[in-house]
């Protein structure tokens, strides 16, 4: 190791390196279990409805089911904030899969419905771990001037999970039942727990919690990997060095108004797919098509959801993570203001296929890239998921208002809401954000003097 390496900071030799194989194996590992938490989290759709057809479940349980779901991811994305912080990133990440893996499994062979609601809350926890950890430790490896495209890439991998979790819904429940669904989203993140044995723990962490000796041993071999025999780039000298944090800080100056930012953008992402997006067949059912038009139409807008979450990748790094943000969710408003006036159902499908391009360019654009930049790494996982519980607890309160406001003002009254959320979000990032593009995360996210 060269004198020039020896006193640069670990963040500082994470950053300068080209992407190489231990990158991709990382984006790998984390994108396995990030995928079977989207296959599961849209999984409600296919099981519920089999499930209340079979006599195993009544409506009002249904809701019971869906509203634990929420509890528990809300509940997993705070707690995993600080399990994080405290015990690494690595070990969080095996329990979060451990617990929904065995409790997908369980659900399989639940006996009563009141049972499976039970294993839902434990599958919640695991769900809303899932989300704070992985797109934490994609910022933590990669450098800045790619970090934004592969992490909107694990997003796009998450979107995938709901066309996967339809197929899979269309080809094996009628013969099958629902239980099977339960046992390929458990099966497959027990795989993924399997797999992600092989996932080395956050060398930034490490050295934020003093254990520099593992920090060091981590990197050299990272570099190794990445120089391939070649030189590679001088690390920046002045870059600081992580140490611990308090969970205090995050209400202080410069982290309260990051957190703000955190906790209101991740509220109006909830509130437009759980507002909108999951209400797609009720809305065309309203507008008069049957269940089977209705629900091919909202399937055909889900595509949208991969479609957005992949632009919000590239455009992330090439345009910046506020423009990004700003501008969807400008579009958002204009095509939330068309959808209600359109008279044609075909027209009305494909404006809605559109809006859904802009929300999942937000999802990727804020979940996966610009949240997990705005915390320093000692508090990284703890504004994270403050932010991730904040944003689902809109998901838990959003679906009890939209069925009044779609009764009494129909859908003009849905996209209203939506485009006061979109105004909102656009407000607090273009006041409180900051621009995180291309610069090292030490940079970005300073922890409070």
Avoid at 320 to 332: D, E, P, Q
Wanted: glycine share 10%.
């Amino acid at each position: 190791m060269s004198s020039v390496t020896a006193g640069a900071t670990i963040g500082a030799r994470l950053d300068r390196l080209p992407v190489s194989a231990f990158h991709r194996k990382v984006f790998g590992l984390v994108a396995v279990g990030m995928f079977f938490e989207g296959f599961d989290i849209y999984i409600a759709a296919s099981v519920l409805g089999a499930a209340y057809k079979s006599g195993f479940s009544t409506l009002a349980q249904n809701g019971l089911f869906i509203s634990m779901t929420f509890v528990g991811m809300t509940l997993g994305a705070f707690l995993t904030g600080f399990l994080g912080d405290r015990y690494g990133r690595r070990r969080t990440y095996q329990l979060n899969l451990i617990v929904f893996g065995a409790a997908s499994i369980a659900s399989a062979f639940a006996p009563n419905m009141e049972t499976l609601i039970v294993l839902r809350f434990l599958m919640g926890l695991g769900l809303g771990a899932e989300t704070v950890v992985g797109y934490s430790i994609v910022t933590e490896f990669f450098p800045p001037k790619v970090r934004g495209r592969w992490s909107g890439l694990i997003a796009t991998t998450v979107t995938c999970g709901l066309p996967a979790s339809a197929l899979m819904a269309w080809l094996l429940v009628p013969t099958f039942g629902w239980r099977v669904m339960f046992i390929l989203g458990g099966v497959g993140a027990l795989i993924a727990w399997l797999l992600r044995r092989g996932l080395p723990e956050s060398p930034r962490w490490l050295e934020a919690v003093g254990r520099q000796a593992e920090a060091e041993a981590l990197v050299s071999d990272i570099e190794r990997h990445a120089a391939m025999g070649g030189a590679l780039p001088a690390p920046d000298l002045s870059a600081r060095p992580v140490a611990p944090g308090r969970a205090a800080d995050l209400l202080r100056a410069p982290l309260l108004s990051r957190l703000i930012v955190g906790c209101v953008s991740l509220m109006v992402v909830n509130t437009l797919i759980y507002g909108f997006v999951t209400w797609l067949p009720t809305i065309f059912i309203g507008q008069g098509q049957t269940i089977a038009s209705s629900t091919a139409f909202a399937l055909l807008m889900a595509v949208g959801g991969p479609i957005g979450s992949a632009l919000g990748a590239v455009s992330a790094d090439l345009f910046g993570r506020k423009r990004t943000i700003i501008t969807a969710a400008a579009v958002a408003i204009l095509l939330s203001a068309a959808f209600p006036l359109s008279q044609d159902i075909i027209l009305t499908a494909a404006i809605g296929f559109l809006l859904t391009i802009p929300i999942y360019v937000l999802v990727a654009a804020l979940f996966a890239v610009y949240i997990p930049e705005l915390f320093p790494t000692e508090l990284r996982l703890r504004g994270v998921g403050i932010s991730n519980a904040a944003g689902r607890s809109a998901s838990i309160v959003v679906p009890l208002l939209i069925a009044p406001i779609l009764a009494q003002h129909g859908v003009a009254g849905v996209l209203t809401l939506m485009g006061v959320a979109l105004v909102l979000l656009i407000v607090v990032v273009a006041w409180l954000g900051i621009e995180p593009e291309r610069k090292s995360i030490e940079a970005v996210a300073p922890a409070p003097a």
